[in-house]
């Protein structure tokens, strides 16, 4: 695994430190997401949530589901009959997705929970399913969220992480990463006004694990017929794992 992330001045903790720079830039984090994923993020999403098993009456998680993007797909899979909680630990996103939300039909089955990753607030075997969505670079423990998620899903249930990943084609890697580390920071403080948010964002990336760690580590922990679907050019990792025991 990489190293930890080097905190700014004033931060004693990775999780302090994450949870300002979201609540910084909620009013305008599903635009810029749409914007500097040249509107791809929406295809990402609904490619994860087809992963998950969910079918229509069934029960959904979405960790850290900040505005609620990755949880309003679960829901129109769930359907009315169905229930979905999406659980985050910064107020201000949560806020947000409930405005979201609100104006969806879908939204009504949304239950919105303050809570924490690496801690979830829920039984075990509770959730068909449970996902984390562009997350978990941001968590203080990678392989306790998983766990957690696996903990709090049913047996034969899936556990799907989305995630930006490390592209490995050659040409291709290096104008990603001209783009990604120099003008999604430069476009993203034209954004939000700010310069701290979206320069964090390339230093996330560069102190995650690649996303063949990532497979290793789901299957460390327990999860069964794990795969990883590599999407865009290998810019964005869907990881899936199955819970162990009898369905």
Not at 12 to 28: M, N, P, Q, T
Request: net charge positive; glycine share 10%.
């Amino acid at each position: 695994m990489k190293k930890d992330l080097q905190l700014p001045d004033g931060y004693s903790s990775k999780e302090d430190y994450v949870r300002d720079l979201f609540e910084s830039i909620a009013h305008r984090y599903d635009l810029l997401n749409t914007l500097l994923s040249f509107n791809r993020d929406k295809y990402w999403r609904r490619f994860a949530v087809a992963r998950t098993g969910l079918r229509a009456g069934g029960t959904a998680l979405d960790v850290c589901c900040g505005t609620g993007s990755l949880a309003l797909e679960l829901a129109r899979v769930a359907g009315t009959g169905g229930r979905v909680v999406g659980v985050d630990f910064a107020p201000r996103m949560l806020a947000e997705a409930k405005r979201r939300l609100g104006r969806r039909p879908e939204g009504r089955i949304i239950e919105l929970i303050c809570g924490n990753a690496v801690a979830l607030p829920f039984a075990d075997d509770t959730f068909d399913c449970a996902t984390i969505g562009f997350a978990l670079r941001n968590v203080p423990s990678i392989e306790r969220t998983i766990q957690e998620m696996q903990r709090v899903v049913k047996p034969g249930g899936r556990v799907v992480s989305l995630e930006l990943a490390k592209p490995g084609a050659f040409g291709f890697k290096q104008l990603y990463y001209l783009y990604f580390n120099h003008l999604v920071p430069l476009l993203g403080r034209l954004g939000v006004g700010r310069r701290g948010p979206y320069s964090y964002l390339p230093h996330s990336l560069k102190d995650f694990p690649h996303q063949r760690e990532i497979l290793a580590l789901f299957r460390r922990v327990g999860l069964e017929d794990v795969a990883l679907y590599e999407l865009t050019g290998g810019i964005v990792a869907v990881h899936v794992g199955t819970k162990a025991g009898p369905v």
